[in-house]
């Protein structure tokens, strides 16, 4: 038996063939990288490249803010925030559509009582002639617009106020700005108000309440009507 294996219990010595030594690599000289062109861990490569997902933000960060001109806040628009973000649910179009007959029948009647003794706002008798010329002539045209400026006060002013008219109150409506769901300003109530009552009073009455009853049902995400449109709002429900 060879005598060159070490002893039960001391250190083989440093020339054994057996010892698995571990490779150190060289030292950098002059700030230049190890041999293989690795950069250190941690360190951008060479080249101005910065390590992958540099300039990303972190996961669980929130995503960037809309752009400031976007008037829908960029909403429905992939990791864009929803404007309906923390807001009631949208309002069912039935009642909506409830709510808006009872505001007309508030301000109709009592607009028809007062025109009765001026020959009313409606030409019952037909006395007016046929067709759109003689449904507003004389005092029947200026019957309808008086009608416009009081429909627009009242929607306006209600709107504004709290974004609820009687209607909207009683069935439980609000409407709300679509970016961030505040009250309406008066420039936005009165927007909404006029594209509102305007056609529908003057020019196109059957036309106007089919095509924004359809978009109560069809428009998504929103269910905006012409007005809501026009003045950047939604209708959604209050407690």
Partial sequence: MSNDQPTPGQP???????????????PPSDGQPPSGGQPPYGQ?????QPPYGGGQPPYGSAPPPPPPNDPYG???????????????????????????????????IPLYLISLPWGGAID??????????????GHQFLWSFIGLVVYVAYDTYFTHKDGRTI???????????????RVPDT??????AVVLWAPALLCCPCLWWLINIVL????KPYRQGLQDKAAKTVVVAAR
């Fill in 124 to 137: 019952v008798d037909g006395d007016g002639g046929d067709g759109f010329d003689g449904a507003y002539s």
């Fill in 74 to 108: 960029s909403g429905g628009g992939f990791g864009a925030p929803d404007p309906l973000a923390g807001m009631p649910p949208l309002a069912e179009p039935g009642k909506r559509i409830l709510a808006r007959l009872i505001d007309f029948l508030i301000i109709s």
């Fill in 187 to 192: 420039g936005a109530a009165l927007m909404r």
């Fill in 216 to 219: 109560m049902f069809t428009d």
């Fill in 12 to 26: 083989p010595e440093d020339d054994d063939p057996f010892l698995k030594k571990p490779q150190e690599p060289p």
């Fill in 44 to 48: 951008p490569p060479s080249g101005g």
């Fill in 167 to 181: 209607g909207k109150r009683l069935l439980k409506l609000r409407v709300a700005m679509l970016n961030d769901g």
